[in-house]
Nanobody, 126 residues
Framework: EVQLQASGGGLVQAGGSLRLSCAAS????????IGWFRQLPGKEREGVSC????????YYIDSVKGRFTLSSDKALNTVYLQMDSLKPEDTGVYYC???????????????????WGKGTQVTVSS
């Protein structure tokens, strides 16, 4: 059974930081791009950042470049999204996702996702 266990959401003031974790089980880690999508209030789900495990290539949506960093620990089959300089417009539900590909740029669309984790709420107060 494939499981993506997400954790790390919460409430933070603008300018603050949070780290999201996504622990994957039931998949061969290197066969998948692992990353995070989010659904902002009133908007469609969008890809935030994804990581190709084989070569470390990362995709970031423009609005988070320079503020968010995605990394992985292959020994733990876990991906981490470090979110710094958070803004109120980052508020939403964040979902861990796994896509069977080695092309992290497919992160631009949720249509390619093979497996979803449960969402975790991120709230940034102004």
């Amino acid at each position: 059974e494939v499981q993506l266990q997400a954790s790390g959401g919460g409430l933070v003031q603008a300018g603050g930081s949070l780290r999201l974790s996504c622990a994957a089980s039931g998949i061969t880690f290197d066969d998948y791009v692992i990353g995070w999508f989010r659904q902002l209030p009133g908007k469609e789900r969008e890809g935030v950042s994804c990581l190709t495990q084989t070569d470390g290539t990362a995709y970031y949506i423009d609005s988070v470049k320079g503020r968010f960093t995605l990394s992985s620990d292959k020994a733990l089959n876990t991906v981490y999204l470090q979110m710094d300089s958070l803004k109120p417009e980052d508020t939403g539900v964040y979902y861990c996702a796994a896509i069977r590909t080695d092309y992290s740029a497919v992160c631009y669309s949720p249509n390619f996702v093979d497996y979803w984790g449960k969402g975790t709420q991120v709230t940034v107060s102004s």
